[in-house]
């Protein structure tokens, strides 16, 4: 079957930095995206890997190893508004997307 | 640019009732529309999706005759959840893909909290 596993739940103090692991095994791969979904609000896109390696955005950078599947996002200089759900989905061989649970992200002063 | 617009944001319905979900993509045309239903602190789930001008295609153990979805345009999905019961209370959202049948680029609707008494 397919899965993506991510936490379900971490606590960061504001100002800090954070890394949001997810762990994948779907058939096939066509890129990995991070959303960040605000409660009661739908997902918006973060980033897209579909190459090993780290892309820098601002204060989000996603990481991507496709031999060990495994991604991470990782946030810094943390703001009280990053509280929220992380989502990870991956795009599999029939372009079809594999959503995880979501990291539930939680901001303290 | 690429924005998509869901209405209404809200609804609360009595049981047995239908609802109508609207989706538009406002500055762009959507070959594809995605419907996903989302229960309080759980993922995104996958309902169907539809291409303009053809049946959508339903998700395993997703309704086709209680769920009905409608891409009468490039614009425009409407999901209608018929005979609703409590059950069905949820968050739906719907996505607006350029590509057809992809979801490698989607533009995600704000959402709509449908809860059924």
């Known amino acids: 079957g397919q899965n993506i596993d991510q936490p379900t739940e971490m606590t960061a103090t504001e100002g800090a930095i954070v890394q949001i692991n997810c762990t994948y095994q779907t058939s096939g791969f066509n890129g990995l995206f991070w959303y960040q979904q605000h409660a009661g609000e739908a997902p918006t896109f973060l980033s897209y890997n579909v190459l090993d390696g780290l892309e820098e955005k601002g204060r989000f950078s996603s990481f991507l190893s496709r031999s060990k599947g495994y991604s991470y996002l990782l946030l810094k200089e943390l703001q009280m508004k990053d509280s929220a759900s992380y989502l990870c989905?991956?795009?599999?061989?029939?372009?079809?997307?594999?959503w995880g649970a979501g990291t539930k992200l939680i901001i303290k002063p | 640019g690429a924005v998509v617009s869901q209405h209404p944001s809200r609804v609360i319905c009595k049981s047995g009732t239908s609802v109508k979900i609207e989706c538009r993509s406002l500055?762009?045309?959507?070959?594809?529309m995605f419907w996903y239903r989302q229960f309080p602190k759980q993922s995104l789930m996958l309902m169907a999706t539809s291409n303009e001008g053809s049946k959508a295609t339903y998700e395993q153990g997703v309704e086709k005759d209680k769920f009905l979805i409608n891409h009468a345009s490039l614009t425009l999905s409407t999901l209608t959840v018929t005979s609703a019961h409590p059950e069905d209370s949820s968050f739906y959202i719907c996505?607006?893909?350029?590509?057809?049948?992809?979801?490698?680029?989607?533009?995600f609707g704000p959402g709509t909290r449908l809860t059924v008494l």
């Open positions: 500055d762009f045309q959507a070959t594809t």
């Open positions: 996505s607006a893909s350029t590509l057809p049948g992809v979801q490698n680029e989607q533009f």
């Open positions: 989905a991956v795009l599999d061989s029939n372009y079809q997307l594999i």
